[in-house]
């Protein structure tokens, strides 16, 4: 299994700009999944990391009968309980989730993949903490018809190695369901053409929903944390589901006080210019706390392979 070349993926961008090249989204198509190295400028990075700590304090602090613990997601461990996620980060009580929303590092990647009327999806922020080292098995995150582009913005707040649990990935897997029992059974962690993602903090993974990843159970490592951004153009939503234009409606109503919220913490640097059509621009909604947390009532399914899931 070979390392990720970041010579091939991508870089930080140059000017200000961060739309993505011609040849890099060529790149992301034909392999499902794009490094763009330190992507993410030092200041929103700290500033996300001193969130993601929050987070997890809370989530290991609130009670049942908080109405956002349903938001903390648990596991059982052989060494007990253990949080391994947290969802709709924006409405936590930390500006940095929705700066990063606002950025041009992150919107102009969803126009670039998705058009103008991309809509986030998901917002959350996956980790295993120091001692927590579970094995995530093959999978693919969503199964979709494939007319439309479907990614995760993946933002590391911390280094992930090659003997520390970094993700595995097996590039050009995207364009189909696959069997991952069968993949599974014969190759283990080692198909011949996965390779492992090595990522340093501010590196960002672009990952299809489709492609196949994962990544093997290790011992002792330190926090790992990345938060994960989806998007999609609204016309897949419409076409494919599982949500209506209402959903979308109400999604959308993230953009304005995420642009807001970067402009305001970063006013002398280049914003990004949201062209979003007409029809799909929602009314500004005064009442902010209501548009940070939209529900999924309705999720489009993955792919798996349910008796790893077991063990």
Known sequence: MTTANKHT???TPRNGG??????????????GYLILRQWIPQDLLKRLQEAGEHWIEKGNSIDASDPLYEDYAFAEREHGRVMFRVNYVHNKGE???????????????????????????Y???VFKEKDDGAAIPWHQDAVHPRKHRIFNFDLYLDASRVDAGALHVIPKTQSQRQDLCA?????????PEAI???????????????????????EGKALRRTIYYE??????????????????????RLIPPALRHFAARYPNVDQFQWHISPALRPEVDENEAVALKVAHLNHTAGSY???????
Not at 237 to 245: F, V
């Open 231 to 252: 998007f999609r153009a609204a016309e897949e939503i419409l076409e494919d589901g599982p949500w209506d234009r209402e959903w979308i409606d109400r999604r959308l």
């Open 95 to 121: 500006a940095a989730s929705l700066e990063l929303l606002g950025s041009p590092a992150v919107l102009g990647v969803a126009e670039s993949l998705c058009g103008p009327d991309f809509v986030p999806t």
């Open 196 to 218: 492992v993602v090595e990522m340093e903090p501010g590196d960002v993974l672009l990952h299809d929903v489709m492609v196949v990843h994962g990544s093997e159970e290790v």
């Open 9 to 11: 993926t991508g870089t």
């Open 18 to 31: 961060y739309h993505l090249s011609e040849e890099q989204i060529r790149f992301f198509d034909e392999h």
């Open 305 to 311: 392979c349910s008796s790893l899931s077991k063990r």
């Open 183 to 191: 993949l599974t059974e014969q190759w283990g962690w080692n198909p």
């Open 123 to 125: 917002e959350s922020m």
